[in-house]
């Protein structure tokens, strides 16, 4: 007997957990799990399937499958021996039976499998003893933990002791200050009182009464034997446990919180906030002297079909100066000097000087840039400029999507072929999905995907796409749709580098002196990445026999999800055959010949 894997999958094909036992890639573990699905049949009593290579022994519980892939060669008793203990361990780790728990404790599960399953055989191992080899106890661990809590009592002792002393201290000081009534006051009450009452006070100058001691008259000291006595015994205690760390809140005192908190204590503090702090943590904050940011925003309209319907790039140098000797200043910059961009700087920039020697700088050399946070978190714009092309090499991302509908479930593929002009990250390529309960069957995907219910929209995620991976696909079954519910799709994306390739040089300060620090960012952003226009109007007219005669923007509908309408039929005829009409009016040609 040999088990290749151990898995719960959830009756949708999505694999939770998966511990193989046997050496082998990647790819043929997924592929096995993605097959098992379709293997599975409903209404069938048996437990198992087999497929020309493998065979698949599974147990149903509640929404999941506990699934354990063979070899044909194995005993299939044995087999159904290790899923009766699989599947009796999972609700040992599971607080209940459903994908977030599962995906929760998936490390747990992992090593229970290990103890039942070694090298692709079965352990003669009971539950109990599972759970008590996962739960091994170190010694090392408990010695460690012992040692480490006495460390935190000691700290608490010593914090304590220093909490006194600054007690005693602040006390000495008041008695130093206000005199000795006072400091007596401040002592407590229960000791004076019972001086008092050992002692014999007169008027003959023994005791405290003849000036010696306290230096006090008979007068002062019964007058403060009244108030003491009749001050209520909450205040002449000692001050309440636990308050001695809000004494001062010294230096001394931050010391001691400081080594709790190191030794692992979680300490509380009530920490008051400051006006105007609100304010001040909402604004991002400047840390280097002068700050240069080149943006560029790409808006991109590709065809259905294959083509290049719109691509436009517009992209701004801003400017952020921190401090106001540093305000008077030009830019030296240098790009890729490609003819395609346009530059265009700012109203109140030497336009001469730019053109001449690619600096930016002000017309009035003597006038300072503005400064300080207060001002747009985007800074002081410098210099824009725009491109647009018809090259399709110029794309960054292109995308493929082909739905195909067979029997009562519609197949999608799509995939992603990037350019190696740039290395993109945090890719959101967003597919319209038609409105359904639940979320669609992913077959296959190449990054993580996630399924947005409320707004019908799959999600397929990609952190970076590098040269490891310039093209990639994702494959999902939903149920019977039109072709044209898949559209458009929007892609997200941001990258480091930009069409312009602009750099910063040097600034150069026109105030005397070294030149001050510099630092650039530099990104491209999406503003606008999906599909075309044109494409959308022919497959709505392509699905209805009518030919509208006044396409024109103004009859043209976009929905929120995107989704295109085409309205006002007025002046629509109906086709009938395969002629073509011989009256038409406004733009006929992209509904005739589908361009």
């Given at each position: ?197 050992d002692m014999s006070i007169s008027g003959n100058g023994s005791g405290f009464a003849g000036g010696s001691g306290f230096g006090m008259t008979t007068t002062e000291v019964e007058s403060f034997s ?246 990639g696909s994702m494959e999902f079954v939903v149920p019977p749709a039109d072709s044209s519910a898949f559209f458009p799709i929007s892609v997200e994306f941001s990258a480091a580098s930009t069409y ?96």
């Amino acid at each position: 007997m040999v088990v290749l894997a151990a898995s719960i999958i959830s009756k949708s094909g999505k694999v939770l957990v998966s511990r193989q036992f046997v050496e082998m890639s990647r790819v043929r573990i997924e592929g096995l799990l993605a097959a098992f699905p379709k293997l599975v049949g409903t209404g069938k009593q048996h437990t198992f399937v087999e497929t020309e290579n493998v065979r698949y022994v599974y147990q149903p519980i509640e929404t999941l499958y506990v699934l354990l892939v063979t070899n044909k060669q194995s005993n299939i008793l044995e087999d159904l021996d290790t899923l009766r203990m699989l599947s009796k361990i999972v609700p040992e780790y599971t607080y209940s039976l459903d994908e977030e728990s599962i995906c929760k404790t998936g490390f747990e599960l992992i090593f229970a499998f290990d103890e039942v399953i070694s090298c692709g055989n079965k352990e003669n191992v009971t539950i109990a003893q599972v759970k008590q080899y996962c739960e091994m106890e170190s010694q090392e661990e408990k010695l460690h933990k012992m040692v480490m809590q006495s460390k935190i009592n000691e700290t608490k002792d010593v914090m304590k002791r220093k909490a006194n002393e600054i007690d005693k201290s602040k006390l000495e000081k008041g008695r130093a200050d206000k005199g000795g009534y006072m400091s007596l006051q401040s002592m407590g009450s229960g000791r004076i009182e019972n001086s008092f009452s050992d002692m014999s006070i007169s008027g003959n100058g023994s005791g405290f009464a003849g000036g010696s001691g306290f230096g006090m008259t008979t007068t002062e000291v019964e007058s403060f034997s009244t108030k003491s006595k009749t001050r209520p015994p909450s205040s002449a205690t000692a001050p309440p446990k636990g308050l001695g760390m809000q004494l001062g809140k010294s230096q001394r005192t931050n010391q001691f919180l400081e080594s709790l908190k190191a030794e692992g204590e979680v300490i509380l503090e009530d920490v008051q906030p400051k006006m105007g702090q609100s304010k001040s943590s909402a604004a991002p904050l400047l840390t280097d002297p002068v700050t240069l940011t080149a943006e560029e925003k790409i808006s991109v309209t590709l065809k259905r079909d294959g083509g290049l319907s719109n691509f436009d790039v517009q992209g701004t140098l801003s400017l952020q100066i921190l401090n106001q000797e540093d305000a008077r200043i030009q830019v030296q910059i240098e790009h890729a000097g490609n003819p395609g961009i346009l530059f265009k700087t700012h109203p109140n920039m030497n336009k001469e000087l730019f053109a001449n020697a690619n600096i930016l700088g002000l017309k009035d050399p003597n006038r300072p840039f503005p400064t300080g946070q207060g001002g747009d978190a985007s800074g002081v714009g410098l210099l824009k400029w725009r491109m647009q092309s018809t090259d399709e090499s110029m794309v960054p991302l292109t995308i493929n999507c082909w739905p195909s509908v067979s029997g009562n479930e519609t197949y999608v593929s799509i995939e992603y072929e990037a350019s190696s002009m740039f290395d993109l990250r945090n890719v959101v390529i967003s597919v319209p999905l038609p409105a359904a309960r639940e979320a669609p069957t992913v077959r296959q995907v190449d990054g993580e995907w996630r399924y947005d219910s409320r707004n019908a929209v799959l999600e397929w995620s990609i952190l970076l796409i590098d040269n490891s991976n310039r093209s990639g696909s994702m494959e999902f079954v939903v149920p019977p749709a039109d072709s044209s519910a898949f559209f458009p799709i929007s892609v997200e994306f941001s990258a480091a580098s930009t069409y312009s390739d602009l750099k910063v040089d040097n600034v150069i300060p026109l105030s005397g002196g070294p030149a001050p620090k510099f630092i650039q960012r530099t990104q491209l952003i999406t503003e606008n990445y999906q599909d075309s226009l044109p494409d959308r109007l022919c497959l709505f007219a392509s699905s209805f026999l009518p030919c509208s005669r006044d396409v024109k923007g103004a009859n043209i509908l976009v929905d929120p999800r995107g989704r295109v309408k085409l309205a006002d039929f007025g002046l629509a005829k109906y086709i009938t055959g395969p002629s073509c009409p011989l009256s038409l009016k406004g733009s006929p040609k992209p509904l005739l010949d589908g361009t």
